[in-house]
């Protein structure tokens, strides 16, 4: 594995090239004779064997984690509160609250194991290695809807973008754009030059649909037409009648009304298309960042845009697909502070003010109202924050970039949690509010009820894989080593030191049975997943060697082949019978 292969995601099994030593195992293990009957081979079965094969993961919801903010009646946060101030709320049932932390962003809340030098011929002493640095734990994906952003408010939020860029620094997060053509896109990186020339190379797209002879029918208009609102039908009757495109005669009315008609079809249906096209881009951002390892945020930069009812289902999906990735959408309508000139400024063409500007004045209201809408929604259904009608675009971004002074992580286990994917609604209360606003997470969805006992098990090391959270229901111990073999290839040691008193065997006539689960992930500076190994310990422990093993443990180790370059390095463990996790961090900087 090299860090190029920073492009292998999560789904592609990707391997690292791994150490086949377990240590701790029984030399009789080798000597097994050959099995002749079940009991017989129970009887021989080696202690101890390994398996190891590439890391590859699902999605599934266990361990329900709730970010918080609380602020006071003049918006800043607060970070004061404890666990007992807090009620959490699944669909109206009050739940306990197994986890409770307190996050002050901007500081190192990480606790890692950082790696030694196994130090080999010419290579540097460790005094003269450089630390690590801290580790990303913050990930936002700033999304610019370019087909629906005009020319104007692209090169505005291009200035304030960039000088927001210059402002912010935060060591532990990381910062990706994407668009909605897909053109200009940059991953998640810490590297400002990078960030500078993407956001200066941002280019418009605007997709603007030319109807016949200046008429100009709405996205929101033509769908009311097509839905027989006979108002917004005349009022297209009327525009088209004097935009001078047709004779002026009797029989022009009713080729207008079909034509008319005719427009709006066509408009709808490239509505569908744009939009439709821009929410499925909107879910591939998501589908990134649900693959980073920690706190998620998608900024939303568009002026909205109006969905035929026929995308509302995609609406839907995106805002679940967010919800159970643990994403919040934040949005800001790039259009600033704006108002409807009744029959349209300078630029509008002439035949506009022939007509009831009123009525023409009504629709474009409700039109730019709905396309908000859009954005509104999206930031509410994932517990966002929604910025408009303001011109300070800047503060905007840096508003829903910034993370605030403090964040309570409340965590949970849903009591009889039934598997249906059903959508459970989230609440949080405090005890003594005290005029305190209160934002969190307002849903997440249950697992499927087909889910098997091998699937969950996988997809829980997914969840604390994909996390930066300690934990340690079984004691373990984390030792990290590199050796650097030559300028362009370098080999990390993972040796998870496993302490094995705490574990649930299940005895079996004359063997203590347990499975353990070790996943070694590796993580570059920029939190992409590079690739992880998976080991299976199968125990099946004779009651001396339990006894003599309880007391000294297990070291699993695992080699990893890298380039030189910084690393951080996730250790879980999970034991199948008393099915508890583990999981540690360790940093890795090979000069």
């Known amino acids: 594995m090299k860090t190029a292969a920073t492009l292998a995601l999560l789904f592609c099994g990707f391997s690292l090239a791994p150490s086949q030593t377990v240590q701790s195992a029984p030399a009789e293990a080798a000597t097994a004779p050959a099995p002749t009957a079940t009991a017989e081979t129970a009887k021989n079965a080696p202690e101890m064997t390994t398996k190891d094969s590439a890391a590859t993961f699902s999605t599934r919801v266990n361990l329900v984690m709730v970010p918080v903010v609380v602020r006071d009646g003049k918006g800043r946060a607060i970070g004061t509160l404890h666990e007992e101030d807090f009620q959490l709320f699944d669909k109206g049932k009050l739940q306990v609250i197994s986890r409770f932390a307190i996050e002050k962003p901007g500081t190192s809340t990480i606790s890692a194991v950082v790696a030694t030098n196994e130090k080999g011929e010419g290579q540097p002493s460790p005094e003269t290695t450089p630390a690590p640095g801290p580790i990303p734990d913050r990930f936002v994906a700033y999304f610019l809807d370019d087909l629906h952003l005009s020319t104007g408010d692209l090169m505005l939020v291009r200035q304030a973008a960039d000088r927001l860029l210059n402002e912010v620094v935060d060591p532990t997060t990381r910062i990706a754009l994407y668009t909605g053509t897909g053109l200009g896109d940059l991953d998640f990186t810490d590297d400002r030059a990078k960030l500078h020339a993407a956001i200066l190379g941002l280019q418009p797209h605007f997709n603007n649909r030319v109807q016949p002879g200046g008429v100009d029918i709405s996205d929101y208009q033509a769908d009311q037409i097509l839905k027989n609102d006979t108002q917004a039908l005349e009022a297209a009757v009327q525009e088209i009648l004097a935009s001078g495109i047709l004779p002026n005669d009797p029989s022009s009315r009713a080729i207008a009304t079909q034509m008319a008609q005719s427009m709006s079809q066509e408009t709808v249906r490239a509505a569908e298309n744009d939009s439709g096209y821009v929410l499925r881009k909107v ?309």
């Open 283 to 591: 879910e591939d951002t998501i589908r990134r960042l649900s693959r980073m390892p920690g706190a998620r945020t998608m900024v939303m930069i568009s002026p909205g845009f109006f969905l035929p009812e026929i995308v509302r289902m995609e609406e839907t999906q995106v805002m679940d697909l967010a919800i159970k990735s643990n994403v919040t959408i934040n949005a800001l309508d790039a259009r600033g502070l704006y108002t409807i000139i009744p029959g349209g400024d300078a630029s509008t063409p002439s035949t506009v003010t022939t007509i009831a500007s009123s009525v023409k004045a009504n629709y474009q209201m409700s039109a730019a109202l709905a396309q908000a809408d859009l954005m509104a929604e999206l930031a509410d259904g994932t517990g966002g924050t929604f910025f408009h009608n303001d011109n300070g675009l800047k503060e905007g971004l840096k508003l829903l970039a910034a993370r605030p002074e403090y964040i309570y992580i409340l965590g949970f286990n849903p009591q009889n949690l039934k598997y249906d994917g059903s959508r459970h609604g989230l609440k949080i209360t405090l005890r003594s509010p005290k005029g305190l606003d209160v934002q969190a997470r307002r849903a997440y969805y249950a697992p499927n009820h087909a889910i098997n006992p091998e699937e969950q098990s996988k997809q829980e090391i997914q969840e604390a894989l994909f996390s930066r959270d300690e934990l340690q229901d079984i004691p373990i111990d984390l030792h990290l080593q590199f050796f650097k073999a030559s300028e362009s290839a370098a080999k990390i040691s993972v040796v998870a030191h496993v302490d094995l008193k705490q574990l649930h065997f299940r005895k079996v006539e004359d063997r203590n049975n347990d499975k353990l689960t070790i996943i070694s992930g590796v993580f570059d500076r920029n939190g992409n997943y590079v690739g992880g190994i998976k080991k299976e310990i199968e125990l099946r422990l004779k009651d001396q060697t339990l006894d003599t093993l309880g007391s000294s443990g297990i070291n699993v180790k695992t080699t990893l082949d890298v380039m030189p370059g910084s690393y951080v390095i996730r250790l879980v463990v999970r034991d199948q019978e008393g099915q508890t996790m583990a999981a540690r961090n360790g940093v890795v900087q090979i000069p």
